[in-house]
Nanobody
Framework: QVQLVESGGGSVQAGGSLRLSCAAS????????MGWFRQAPGKEREGVAA????????YYADSVKGRFTISQDNAKNTLYLQMISLKPEDTAMYYC??????????????????WGQGTQVTVSS
């Protein structure tokens, strides 16, 4: 079955950087649109970034444009999220997800059929 395992979260100060990784297994990696979403306590889920099947088109939430970059390594079945210039408001649990449903929404990003357990990102001021 589809498995998505995130890593790379942690605690950083504002202005710092982190790179999240998502190791995917259980399916043909390049066959799914993939992305990242985040959820902070008491807040709605937010679509952060996504990459369509084949990696030709990427999407970003307005709140992270210019700071976050989604990428993938098909040979390693791994999705990445490079995050720079982190802000306290980026603090959340970050989830890797696969098999996008519908179309990208500027508010919520994509819905997905599969997602991992999440990795916590905490940014202090």
């Amino acid at each position: 079955q589809v498995q998505l395992v995130e890593s790379g979260g942690g605690s950083v100060q504002a202005g710092g950087s982190l790179r999240l990784s998502c190791a995917a297994s259980g399916y043909t990696y390049s066959s799914y649109c993939m992305g990242w979403f985040r959820q902070a306590p008491g807040k709605e889920r937010e679509g952060v970034a996504a990459m369509d099947t084949g990696g030709g088109t990427t999407y970003y939430a307005d709140s992270v444009k210019g700071r976050f970059t989604i990428s993938q390594d098909n040979a390693k079945n791994t999705l990445y999220l490079q995050m720079i210039s982190l802000k306290p408001e980026d603090t959340a649990m970050y989830y890797c997800a696969a098999d996008c449903l519908g179309s990208w929404s500027r508010q919520g990003g994509y819905e997905y059929n599969y997602w991992g357990q999440g990795t916590q990102v905490t940014v202090s001021s």
